[in-house]
């Protein structure tokens, strides 16, 4: 079964910053990108960020450009979410996923917005903004 576990979540002030991290447990497998989403109490899980190994491009939400930064290490299956300048809106359990199908020939930065092309996903990780 793959697991993948995130940590670094936490408490922070407004303009703050956290990095958080992913890696998977249990048996090994290839990804093809991965990504963060969350979830704020209320609201529907929601897309932030993701990395696609095979060209090596980088999708973000609108509402994360310029404050984000999503990386990773293909060989390991791991990834990390650089975030500054954090507000209460970006209040949020944030998950990692992995995709683990190719999608050759696809628009794929329409595709890594969606939570149905990810495969496997983390327990997510709890992060608090006061303002």
């Known amino acids: 079964q793959v697991q993948l576990v995130e940590s670094g979540g936490g408490l922070v002030q407004a303009g703050g910053s956290l990095r958080l991290s992913c890696a998977p447990s249990?048996?090994?497998?290839?990804?093809?990108?991965m990504a963060w989403f969350r979830q704020a109490p209320g609201k529907e899980r929601e897309f932030v960020a993701a990395?696609?190994?095979?060209?090596?491009?980088?999708y973000y939400a609108d509402s994360v450009k310029g404050r984000f930064t999503i990386s990773g290490d293909n060989a390991k299956n791991t990834v990390s979410l650089q975030m500054i300048s954090l507000n209460p809106e970006d209040t949020a359990v944030y998950y990692c996923?992995?995709?683990?199908?190719?999608?050759?020939?696809?628009?794929?930065?329409?595709?890594?917005?969606?939570?149905?092309?990810?495969?496997?996903w983390g327990q997510g990780t709890q992060v608090t903004v006061s303002s």
């Open positions: 996923v992995a995709d683990s199908s190719p999608h050759y020939g696809s628009d794929y930065r329409s595709l890594s917005r969606r939570t149905t092309t990810y495969e496997y």
């Open positions: 249990g048996r090994t497998f290839r990804s093809y990108a």
């Open positions: 990395i696609r190994w095979i060209s090596g491009s980088t």
